[in-house]
């Protein structure tokens, strides 16, 4: 008969070799049926989803941590997905993400007014999808399924606040931008009940004049979170409009990454500035006077295209702009062809006009509409496109003296009014307005995206300080710039002469008032609206093939 502690010796040995021999799951052996992987892309598909994406892997065997990244309302998981996982495949994150019901893509129109709208957001169709990939992500061997993690931005953000809401035990950590709760019923968010279920600790990131997603839904996200004791950081960037992750990626991704960390999901990485905790309210900030102008901005890249400076006589110094010539440019140095200057919005984020270059090149390259340059104007991030009272930062005069006289002695073009069109978003509106109207001796064409068409309270209130910087607080600059003003004194020279047009997403009062203004002095005029948010790509998008016959009659008396 064996001894009681050889047996318990026999025992011990046998329990240490089953743990050394059937270690601790952390992923399947195989993964999920129905998920297909090629390379960055994969597939998956069941009785219920059939659905695709984006994948990426770290370098080495893992297991690793995994992030499921969540696109805005027209982005998707190749345009938004794969430029976020490209910087947190860098941390030794898994990353993995799906088209939603809500993705665009050249080509595709949203069908925004639609039974589809009910499948935005976080919608149920939508929740399935990402479930299915955190099911996907736990089944892949290269995963520790304890270690999964989700961002999203806009919509992608109530995918991910939802995701968290639906299974409050499968999340380490999330994190939003320009996203929160359903102010209402009928909004693609999660309510404010469902947010009551989450136990995810969240980092928030919202720009303080998102018109697209109000701070105010990150607000009460982040009020519940804290009155239920889950772990929250909220950073607001002051200044920054809805894509706060293109206008402020430094900050984001650092904070982002190191909020990670304090899960153990990543290695921390540098220290990132975090914005003022409190900020002091708009009209008792400085008039920001020492806000150093960025008359050269960082270099980008973008098909048949390039970034640019040139000496600016007024300013003494060099600008930068960046300029994309279609294809027929270098093959026709004979032909002169139409230039349309595209104004950014507030922050001035350069990391979009890529994705807008290649929605003029294909529309060109496909007949839609006639072969043009686009310039894309430096409008040094919040100057609303207009000289300051005091000199000091004068963008107008850059753009209308040294800019546009540059252009016409440097590319072939069409050098007169019948060959130029300006068009600008929400800020960049208000500016293609204010120059359009004030210069209708050089502009064959305004065009107006969502507009920031702001009256004078509004410029009061929620702009003080550019209120201040800009118009030197001073009630009759500011309407004496107002394009409502300069449509008004000159009609006459706009009336039959210009070709006009509103297309609004999220700022539709503004837009709709501007709209009945020039309805009144009988000035010719698109004006279309779409329940598609602060969001050109959506706007150009619903507008289809209009979008692309506004410009071919705008630039019909150019002789292009």
């Known amino acids: 008969m064996r001894s009681t502690s050889s047996f318990w010796l026999s025992l011990s040995l046998a329990l240490l070799a089953g743990a050394v021999l059937f270690p601790p799951a952390r992923s399947s052996a195989e993964p999920l049926p129905g998920f297909q992987r090629n390379?960055?892309?994969?597939?998956?598909?069941?009785?219920?989803?059939?659905?695709?994406?984006?994948?990426?892997?770290?370098?080495?065997?893992?297991?690793?941590?995994?992030?499921?990244?969540?696109?805005?309302?027209?982005?998707?998981?190749?345009?938004f997905g794969l430029s976020k996982g490209r910087e947190m495949v860098k941390w030794g994150l898994v990353c993995i993400a799906p088209d939603y019901a809500h993705a665009?893509?050249?080509?595709?129109?949203?069908?925004?007014?639609?039974?589809?709208?009910t499948k935005y957001g976080a919608s149920e169709e939508n929740l399935r999808r990402a479930s299915k990939c955190l099911d996907i992500l736990a089944s892949l061997p290269e995963v520790d399924s304890k270690k999964l993690c989700a961002?999203?931005?806009?919509?992608?953000?109530?995918?991910?606040?939802?995701?968290?809401?639906?299974?409050?035990?499968?999340?380490?950590?999330?994190?939003?931008?320009g996203s929160g709760v359903a102010p209402?019923?009928?909004?693609?968010?999660?309510?404010?009940?469902?947010?009551?279920?989450?136990?995810?600790?969240?980092?928030?990131?919202?720009?303080?004049?998102?018109?697209?997603?109000?701070?105010?839904?990150?607000?009460?996200?982040?009020?519940?979170?804290?009155?239920?004791?889950?772990?929250c950081e909220r950073h607001v960037f002051e200044g920054s409009n809805h894509p706060v992750d293109q206008e402020k990626p430094q900050e984001v991704y650092g904070l982002m990454r190191n909020w990670f960390a304090r899960y153990e999901l990543v290695a921390a990485g540098p220290l990132a500035a975090a914005p003022p905790t409190s900020a002091a309210?708009?009209?008792?900030?400085?008039?920001a006077a020492?806000?150093?102008?960025?008359?050269?901005?960082?270099?980008?890249?973008?098909k048949n295209s390039k970034y640019m400076t040139f000496t600016s006589k007024t300013i003494s110094q060099k600008v930068s702009y960046f300029i994309y010539l279609p294809a027929a440019y270098d093959k026709s140095p004979d032909i002169r062809f139409p230039v349309l200057y595209w104004l950014h919005g507030i922050g001035g984020a350069q990391t979009g006009i890529p994705r807008l270059v290649e929605r003029f090149d294909a529309a060109i390259e496909a007949g839609k509409t006639p072969p043009m340059l686009v310039v894309f104007v430096n409008g040094v991030r919040d100057s609303f496109y207009c000289d300051t009272t005091d000199g000091k930062i004068p963008v107008e005069t850059v753009i209308i003296k040294d800019l546009i006289p540059h252009?016409?002695?440097?590319?072939?073009?069409?050098?007169?009014?019948?060959?130029?069109i300006v068009e600008g978003f929400s800020m960049g509106g208000f500016g293609a307005a204010h120059l359009g109207?004030?210069?209708?001796?050089?502009?064959?064409?305004?065009?107006?995206?969502?507009?920031?068409?702001?009256?004078?309270?509004?410029?009061?209130t929620r702009h003080a300080a550019l209120y201040q910087r800009i118009f030197g607080g001073q009630e009759e600059r500011f309407l004496a710039e107002n394009p409502r003003t300069l449509f008004e004194k000159n009609a006459s020279a706009i009336r039959g002469q210009m070709k006009v047009r509103i297309a609004a997403g999220a700022l539709v009062a503004g837009n709709r008032s501007f709209h009945e203004q020039l309805t009144k002095l009988d000035i010719p005029h698109d004006f279309d609206t779409f329940d598609v948010g602060h969001n050109h790509g959506a706007i150009y998008d619903s507008l289809a093939n209009k979008n692309w016959e506004f410009y071919r009659q705008a630039l019909a008396a150019s002789g292009n």
């Open 184 to 231: 209402r019923e009928g909004f693609p968010a999660p309510s404010a009940a469902a947010a009551g279920r989450i136990k995810t600790p969240f980092i928030i990131f919202h720009g303080s004049i998102d018109n697209t997603v109000r701070p105010a839904q990150s607000e009460s996200l982040r009020a519940i979170l804290d009155k239920n004791g889950v772990a």
């Open 151 to 177: 961002y999203g931005h806009s919509m992608g953000g109530f995918v991910t606040i939802g995701l968290a809401a639906k299974e409050p035990d499968r999340l380490v950590a999330a994190a939003i931008s």
């Open 281 to 287: 309210p708009a009209a008792l900030s400085p008039p």
């Open 407 to 420: 252009i016409d002695a440097n590319y072939h073009t069409i050098a007169k009014r019948e060959g130029r």
């Open 104 to 117: 665009g893509g050249m080509g595709q129109k949203l069908n925004l007014q639609g039974p589809e709208r």
């Open 437 to 460: 109207f004030k210069y209708p001796d050089l502009f064959a064409a305004v065009s107006i995206i969502d507009g920031a068409l702001v009256d004078l309270n509004t410029m009061q």
């Open 39 to 79: 390379g960055e892309r994969w597939t998956y598909k069941d009785d219920q989803i059939d659905m695709h994406g984006i994948i990426l892997m770290p370098e080495g065997k893992g297991p690793f941590s995994a992030v499921l990244i969540s696109h805005g309302l027209g982005g998707s998981a190749q345009s």
């Open 290 to 302: 020492a806000a150093v102008p960025e008359w050269v901005r960082e270099k980008i890249e973008a």
